[in-house]
């Protein structure tokens, strides 16, 4: 146990005296927070709408049908009792109640107007201005097709207090997963894979040292390591870009852990795999590109091609990113994402058989 | 004087290439014990065999009385190890690395005085990766002394040394020894094994095919009516060498 800790001490020293390793653990993860969070690419893109068609009537469903054709709008048919929860977490924009006496043909002098209600999410206002006026002109239309007369419709709108979410609120936790997992994945299979082909594992394993010892001193110091990351970009987020992680820093900080763990066995894995250092980058890119991309780092993850999202949502850094997510945006617990942790758990499983399938002391 | 390297008929096998072909030989306690031989002899399988770094397929290897195969961790801590590529984790200083080996033996040493043994002490804030081939090879040799051990093994010590370098390196095998090391070395420079080695163990394709003193091997040859052409030089060129460029030891 001392022996792990000097050890721990010993690697992390050397790790700090690495200026490659410190570029990448530390500056290049601030460069992207600093240019992602400054980018505010929030503003951009679609106005989700959810429906909930309480009449399913041929009118309502002609006017659903014309509102789903619209490129502008993301829509998906939820009830109200769904779908306001939602819009308070600001997952969704707006949306669009069509009542049970809902048409579109005159109604008969003295009988009540259909009235429909849109509930917008004031955190989000020039989305909801668009998609206003959107179904606004779709029920004129709509009117003038069949009557050839102005709508006999009443809109009424409501305001739903969203949490107000920035695109760098919704950014942070993604850089700090990706970081995690860049920094666990490369971090050890370029060190070990150098330690490995020059001959340095081998000389360690000629002394009566323990291969865990070794291995458990090799986790602390990157587990430090990221510990170290994660805090200077909350850090950073807090007090540049005014961001608060509504479930407090210390969730956050076990998540990532977590995540590191499970990073750090695929990177063993890695490191046991790859007999030169020019192989490491290639199969570690294709590891943690997919993941970049699909896992919703820099945007949602719905925005994979939905063919692919049943595994895109399997990912690791999907777990880990929804988690993180969840607790900084949403404010959850831990026990609130047990869900997601349980998804890296089980990966985490998966990165050990493989690490210890791969990382062989006895071929050294 | 007593054994304290004890292998008999160790064999080893690597898929269809006989490795070692059942080897047995003793190394006494206080020797500097030679093992020649050509490339792919089977030299570094016997030394990491010895070293607890590779099982045997058959065979015994006992160093200091204790099983290599049986109980690795237990000889390891016992002897002292220099492998063919001196490699060490990057970002320690010398004075570190050291430090590192020691902790893995578990032991505390005073790592200025191993440096100082290896006359490295001047560079114990250097960063290990900055030293010279031959003063990395003594940096080698320093941290398989933290361990006080009672057999050092090195494999191809001098190999790709520069002649000043060679010749330090062999001031301080020999200085090891005196301090009652028993010292194992492999070595295809004949001339090395001439000048360093008690005995030596002539080793060529799995088998040990000779084992004497340097001097009763040459005397045999000799007996046996081998002669060569004589040529009367009181020097070679590598005596010219070091005549135009001294002795002293170079550092980069």
Redesign the interface.
């Known amino acids: 146990m001392r ?1 792990a800790a ?2 721990t001490v ?2 992390f ?3 700090l ?2 200026r490659t390793a410190i570029f990448f653990s530390l500056v290049v993860p601030l460069m992207l927070l600093l240019i992602f969070g400054s980018l505010n690419l929030g503003a951009f893109g679609q106005v989700t709408l959810a429906i909930d068609d309480q009449a399913n009537n041929a009118a309502s469903q002609q006017f659903v049908a014309t509102l789903r054709k619209i490129d502008t709008l993301s829509t998906k048919t939820q009830s109200t009792d769904d779908a306001l929860p939602r819009l308070k977490r600001t997952e969704l924009d707006m949306l669009l109640v069509i009542p049970t006496d809902f048409a579109i043909a005159p109604t008969r002098a003295g009988a009540r107007v259909p009235t429909l209600t849109i509930y917008g999410n004031d955190a989000r206002p020039q989305q909801v201005s668009v998609g206003e006026s959107i179904v606004n002109e779709v029920i004129t239309r709509l009117s003038f097709a069949v009557n050839q007369s102005a709508p006999v419709l009443n809109v009424q709108k409501q305001d739903v207090q969203g949490v107000r979410l920035r695109y760098v609120d919704f950014l942070v936790p993604g850089i700090l997963g990706v970081n995690v997992m860049q920094l666990a994945v490369f971090s050890v299979a370029f060190a070990l894979v ?2 490995k082909r ?3 594992l ?9 291969p865990s010892t070794f291995l458990v001193s090799q986790v602390f110091t990157r587990l430090i390591m990221a510990t170290l990351q994660v805090l200077i970009m909350i850090g950073v987020a807090v007090l540049l870009f005014d961001v608060h992680p509504l479930g407090g820093i210390l969730p956050l900080l076990l998540v990532c852990l977590l995540g590191s763990v499970l990073f750090l066995t695929i990177g063993f894995a890695l490191a046991g795999w790859a007999e030169t250092e020019n192989q490491v980058p290639a199969i570690a890119q294709l590891i943690t590109l997919p993941q970049f991309f699909f896992s919703g780092v820099f945007f949602s993850k719905e925005a994979a091609p939905a063919l692919i999202r049943p595994i895109t949502n399997l990912l690791p850094l999907t777990f880990l990113n929804d988690a993180l997510r969840e607790i900084s945006v949403q404010g959850a617990t831990l026990w609130d994402v047990r869900g997601s942790l349980l998804g890296l758990v089980v990966w985490t499983g998966i990165g050990l058989v493989l690490a210890i399938r791969f990382f062989r002391f006895d071929r050294f | 004087m007593s054994a304290i390297v004890t292998v008999r008929d160790l064999r080893k096998r690597y898929g269809d290439i006989e490795a070692l072909r059942g080897i047995s030989f003793d190394v006494q306690q206080g020797e500097i014990f030679g093992l020649l031989g050509p490339n792919g002899a089977g030299k570094t399988t016997t030394v990491e065999i010895l ?3 590779r099982k045997a397929d058959a065979g015994d290897a006992i160093v200091d009385g204790i099983d290599v195969q049986k109980e690795p ?2 000889a ?2 016992r002897v002292g ?1 220099q ?10 200083s010398a004075k ?1 690395t050291v ?3 020691a ?4 032991v505390t040493v005073d790592p200025l005085a191993l440096l100082k043994q290896v006359d490295l002490v001047d560079k114990a804030g250097q960063r290990q990766e900055k030293l010279s081939g031959g003063q990395r090879q003594r940096l080698s040799i320093a941290t398989a002394l933290v361990n006080k051990p009672r057999v050092l093994f090195l494999d191809e010590p001098t190999t790709g040394l520069d002649p000043q370098a060679r010749r330090n390196l062999w001031e301080l095998v020999r200085g090891i020894r005196q301090s009652g090391t028993t010292v194992f070395l492999t070595t295809h420079y004949m001339d090395e094994a001439e000048v360093l080695c008690d005995r030596v163990a002539v080793m060529d394709h799995g088998k040990i095919i000779a084992m004497d003193p340097p001097r009763t091997l040459v005397a045999a040859l000799l007996g046996r009516g081998f002669t060569k052409p004589v040529i009367q030089q009181q020097a070679n060129l590598e005596d010219v060498f070091l005549d135009l460029t001294g002795h002293e030891l170079r550092e980069d």
């Open positions: 022996q000097l050890l010993m690697y020293r050397a790790y005296r690495d150098a330690d020059r001959g340095v081998r000389r360690l394993m000629a002394t009566p040292l323990r | 070293e607890g770094l961790a237990r390891k801590a190890v492998l063919q590529q001196s490699a060490f984790p990057e970002n320690f570190e430090e590192l080996f902790l893995c033996y578990g």
